[in-house]
């Protein structure tokens, strides 16, 4: 399938980016397409986290950062959200001591449209208790009180009620259990229906490849793979060098 300019969401060259002296990326390039699922694999160390919150502009970064045909590399976190990025950090972050229905709304961003003037995909409460069915029966639960689990799903929950053109995931499949892993499967199909792109950082190939029609592989802050999903499942000595502990 050919894409046009149009078709991409968002185009990073020569991404590097520093925690105070520690240069931790290496002129990394990423391309994301309207309606790709990305995996961004590597041990854990690789850059991966680093990477996604060099995209949200969370860390000290140089580089190109063209999203929807925009370079927004130097603008603060907040304003790439209001553009449409989404971030779910591995550490959730949502709101304890509001309830979830309170942490919803606290997500909520305007409609959007495609540059072709078609509306983007939106989420309100229904369509999201829809997806994650559980948040149906905990929508006066503060955050406090719900488990590991649950507070993933409504982390990923909040980020679609801004109505995202791209999703930014950080390890979602990590210490919860096989059925939250489940209902994120079919979450991230659920986006790449609508035409939303995905960025799912992960150590977990197996969860990925579910999931991702293509996938970069970072060591050491480097991309050391740019490919089809399927090829790197099939590539025994890359998966061994750069993915097995």
Known sequence: MTTSARDTVLDVRQLNAWYGQAHILFDVDL????????????????????????????????????????????????QRARRGM?????????????TVAENLRAGRQPAR??????????????????????????????????????QQMLSVARTLMGNPYLVLLDEPSEGVAPIIVESMVA?????????VSVILAEQNIGFASLVCNRAYVLEKGQIQYAGPMVDL????????????V
């Open 86 to 98: 989404g971030y779910v950090p591995e550490d959730r972050r949502i709101f304890t001591d509001l």
């Open 31 to 78: 391309n994301v397409q309207r309606g790709d699922v990305v995996a961004l694999l590597g041990r854990n160390g690789a850059g991966k986290s680093t990477t996604l919150k060099s995209l949200m502009g969370l860390v000290r970064s140089t580089g190109t950062v063209q999203f929807m045909g925009e370079n927004i590399h130097t603008l603060p976190a907040y």
């Open 187 to 195: 979450m991230i199909r659920t986006l790449k229906a609508r035409g």
């Open 113 to 150: 449209h495609w540059p072709d003037g078609s509306p983007a995909p939106t989420w309100d409460v229904e369509r999201l208790v829809q997806s994650f069915p559980n948040l149906a029966e905990m929508l006066d639960r503060r955050g406090d009180q719900m488990s590991g689990g649950e």
């Open 233 to 244: 499942l099939h590539d025994t000595d890359r998966r061994r060098s750069f993915l097995e």
